[in-house]
């Protein structure tokens, strides 16, 4: 029996090993990539790790100025949209929580039906009526999309920890006299911190990433966001570029990883549990 | 509580979520119902818009590129879709057995969700990539191939290609929903069976599958959806090519509206898309419903 469970460990043990490199080994490679000189990459020698390491490409990038300043931009708008969304989401989720109407029904429904419909369908009237304001090849405009773009889910993940703060907290604050705004940003928005973090990261992951609105809303090489600059990127072929775009792609992947480490713990924990028994 | 005291709720109620309200309905809601609309006119960018009825619709019918646009698209969707459930449950099934370095491998197992859908191209070029890729000079140095195939202007690699590297993103994000559900299956079932001296298979087989199978219907609801929908993971891998071969129904509207212009048509080719999504989707959780009450 000792030996069964045994080797079932081992087994199992082998099938994660198996995912795990077939899950990360395009990366290592990309970075293995982005460290090697432009010969090395094309010496056909298949290697992980490169031979002479250098940081040619990486130092490319920072002269060539483009990339620099798409990340920029994609940090301003990110942060810009993360910023906003939030604040306009925690009244409404205190709403959505405390006083459960017909709002309710309503929001979640276009939360999980607008699902169904391709952005293409929105994009184009939200085209027509963002150039006619401007908006066009503009980083506010940009942002307001993503702004609304983040505001269904994180109205909804905010509602459900609302929900777990006992009422008689926000009772005593207004027995001593507190309006409705300050029970929300002084007593419940304190309490939810842990609900807002998770809402910021995935508000400002989702921004960071997004592709398609961007492609089509920044045509302004000085506007565009890191992901139209490395598709970009990408359309231009020849041997010089390959390290660079891994270079950028490093760096670029950088701050998504990061932020989504974070943001894995809420997602495997109360969130997901929440959202599937709904 | 009385009538009066309801709206009064009600009404303090929509106060407070009129800052989330107000732009979510100007920038999604009413575009969406405009693009909708727009599928069913000839509109073209900066021309004045006419509605055409469903002469949209009949041009579709006609038009080569729409007809293949939408098999590789159920090609795609299908095969993705099939595949990232299948693995992600494999995948989950091993984690839930929580071996040892088990938080190891669930970090490990999210990276490439984690990454942008643009750099997840961008990641895979770099592996097809005939010169430089280490899918090449694996299969050179080890004898198989003798000569580079170049995996994405190849008519004949090109699908089975985009579709590897399609399920290799989305195996994470099926994986984390689906241990989600497992471990919220009740242990005592599985005692309760143990008991009685069932084997593994039958224990997955008649407690796993049963009690998994809403998370599952979810997951393979919106994955379909997810997948119908990609965009930026195959226009940086071929950005529709070769010869339109990879060219999935959003590169197609893309193309349509903002290469070509064609707004209006671009518009019915999303409706036609919201029609085929629905009516799987339908077909498939009433199939799933009828099951689940037997």
């Known amino acids: ?278 | 509580m009385n009538e009066h005291a309801r709206a009064a709720r009600s009404r303090s109620q929509l106060v407070l979520l009129l800052p989330a309200l107000i732009p979510v309905f100007l920038l999604s809601v009413v575009p969406l119902l405009r693009g909708v609309y727009l599928g069913f006119t000839d509109y073209t960018l900066g021309d004045p818009i006419g509605f055409n009825g469903i002469a949209n619709y009949i041009r579709m019918a006609e038009d080569v590129f729409f007809w293949k646009s939408f098999q590789v698209g159920f090609v795609w969707t299908l095969i993705v879709t099939v595949g990232q459930v299948l693995l992600g449950l494999c995948l989950a099934l091993l984690l839930s057995r929580k071996v040892r370095f088990n938080s190891w491998y669930s970090a490990i197992m999210l990276v490439p969700w984690a990454m942008p859908p643009i750099i997840r191209g961008i990641v895979w070029r770099q592996v097809y990539d005939p010169d430089a890729g280490i899918l090449n000079g694996v299969l050179i140095s080890a004898g198989i191939i003798d000569q580079q195939i170049n995996w994405l202007s190849s008519f004949e690699y090109v699908i089975p290609a985009v579709i590897v590297a399609g399920i290799w993103g989305e195996i994470p994000k099926a994986a984390v929903f689906l241990l989600a559900g497992l471990q919220s299956i009740p242990k005592d079932l599985y005692e309760a069976v143990r008991v009685d001296g069932a084997d593994r298979w039958r224990e997955f087989r008649h407690i796993t599958l049963p009690m998994l199978s809403p998370v599952l219907a979810a997951v393979v609801s919106l994955s379909f959806m997810w997948n119908f929908n990609t965009f930026g993971i195959v226009w940086v891998l071929t950005q529709g090519g070769p010869g339109g071969l990879t060219r999935l129904p959003m590169l197609a509207a893309y193309e349509e509206a903002f290469r070509y212009g064609y707004v209006g048509y671009a518009a019915a080719i999303g409706n036609v898309m919201v029609l085929v999504i629905s009516v799987v989707l339908f077909g498939y959780l009433r199939v799933q419903l009828k099951e689940s009450r037997v």
Request: hydrophobic share 55%; charged share 10%; net charge neutral.
């Open chain 1, 1 to 278: 029996m000792k030996l069964h469970s045994r080797l079932i460990d081992a087994a199992t043990h082998a099938g994660l090993l198996l995912f795990a490199l077939f899950l990360v080994f395009p990366l290592i490679w990309m970075i293995g990539t982005s460290f090697k000189p432009t010969t090395e990459i094309y010496s056909g020698v298949v290697s992980v790790i490169p031979e002479a390491p250098s940081l040619d490409h990486y130092r490319t990038i920072f002269q060539e100025q483009s990339i620099f300043t798409s990340m920029l931009n994609s940090f301003y708008v990110g942060i810009a949209s993360t910023v906003i969304a939030i604040l306009i989401a925690l009244p409404g989720s205190y709403a959505l929580a405390r006083y459960s109407t017909r709002w309710n029904k309503i929001i979640l429904g276009w939360v999980l039906g607008s699902q169904i419909f391709p952005v293409i369908l929105v994009m184009i009237p939200l085209y027509i009526l963002l150039r006619s304001m401007m908006l066009t090849d503009s980083l506010l405009g940009l942002t307001l999309v993503y702004v609304v773009w983040a505001l269904p889910f994180v109205l909804w993940m905010l509602q459900g920890y609302v929900h777990s703060i006992p009422v008689e907290i926000e009772e005593a604050a207004s027995i001593d006299g507190a309006s409705r705004m300050q029970v929300i940003f002084r007593i419940v928005a304190p309490l939810l911190l842990p609900a807002v973090g998770a809402s910021v990261l995935f508000a400002f992951v989702s921004a960071w990433n997004e592709f398609f609105f961007a492609l089509v809303l920044m045509k302004d090489p000085g506007l565009m966001t890191v992901q139209v600059e490395l598709a970009r990127f990408t359309g231009m072929e020849g041997q010089a570029r390959t390290g660079p775009l891994a270079a950028a792609s490093v760096l670029a992947t950088v701050p998504s990883v990061i932020l989504f480490g974070f943001l894995q713990k809420w997602f495997s924990s109360g969130l997901l549990a929440g959202a599937v028994k709904n």
